[in-house]
């Protein structure tokens, strides 16, 4: 009789045991749906995994996100108390095993350009375990940014092969120079000149971020490096596309809202005058 009993409290255990499992799995369901009805959100995918996938920025022309390519981002992390527990911008190579499923799984599911909010269950964050401020069994949410794939070199070259570009010149820091309009008797820029030129900057996904006529002292650094060194390879009267990685940009800062960190640019310029 006691072996039974022994029996009986042992399998009452498991049973407890089991259905506080249930309880918990039930609980982040809750908290992410409620969550979701709570800031009137439309959830534009659920996937079998228990993510959802909210895009709030679509880009339908912007190129796939696929696994094994480098992803530049920019993200912030919060738990659904809409406290923030990490953010800023990364670099990694998607289903590298870097990251949490839950990430690698939403981005998979973006294009560059594109923003969304990606909420998914703790089997796909930090689990049972949980992390720094990041508590065990915890639901996470992500807003996300896609800005660009691939290292700056292969962006670049990405760029120039689909827009049928051939450099006249790649210099040793970087810079692609493509001569668009020669000017053979046109006086040659040179260091400490007055310059007028008309531009256009974008960046390579063709947003425009800057343009317009613009007088500058060549070599003063009131510029970029890669605006300078472009420049100078330039007569009076003639047209370019100057395309430089970040590092004669504006590297890893970046500016503001209006140009991502690790950006290459582009230029197209005509140079007005020089004096």
Not at 11 to 37: F, T, W
Not at 182 to 197: D, H, Y
């Amino acid at each position: 009789m006691f072996k039974h009993k022994v029996f009986f409290i042992l399998l009452l255990s498991v049973i407890v045991a089991s259905c506080s499992k249930v309880e918990l799995v039930e609980s982040e369901e809750e908290q992410i749906s409620n969550y979701i009805s709570k800031k009137g959100l439309s959830v534009t995918e659920t996937t079998p995994s228990g993510l959802r996938f909210i895009k709030t920025q679509a880009n339908p022309s912007g190129g796939v996100v696929r696994k094994g390519q480098v992803v530049n981002i920019k993200y912030t992390g919060k738990l659904l108390t809409d406290r923030t527990f990490s953010n800023g911008n990364l670099s990694f190579v998607l289903d590298g095993g870097k990251t949490i499923k839950g990430f690698d799984e939403g981005i998979a599911k973006m294009k560059i350009g594109e923003k969304a909010t990606v909420i998914f269950p703790s089997t796909l964050g930090y689990g049972t375990y949980g992390a720094v401020e990041i508590p065990a069994n915890a639901p996470l949410l992500f807003n996300i940014e896609v800005f660009s794939i691939g290292t700056e070199k292969q962006q670049i070259e990405t760029y120039m092969l689909d827009n049928r570009l051939i450099p006249t010149d790649t210099t040793a820091s970087g810079l692609r120079y493509i001569q668009i309009k020669a000017n053979p008797t046109g006086a040659k820029i040179t260091l400490g000149q007055t310059v007028t030129v008309k531009y256009t900057g974008k960046l390579l996904t063709g947003k425009q971020f800057d343009g317009g006529d613009f007088s500058f002292i060549i070599g003063e650094g009131k510029t970029t490096k890669g605006f300078d060194e472009g420049i100078l390879k330039m007569k009076v009267g003639e047209k370019a596309i100057i395309i430089i990685p970040s590092t004669l940009g504006y590297g890893t800062e970046g500016r503001g809202e209006v140009i991502p960190w690790n950006s290459p640019l582009l230029y197209d310029v005509e140079v007005i005058s020089a004096k």
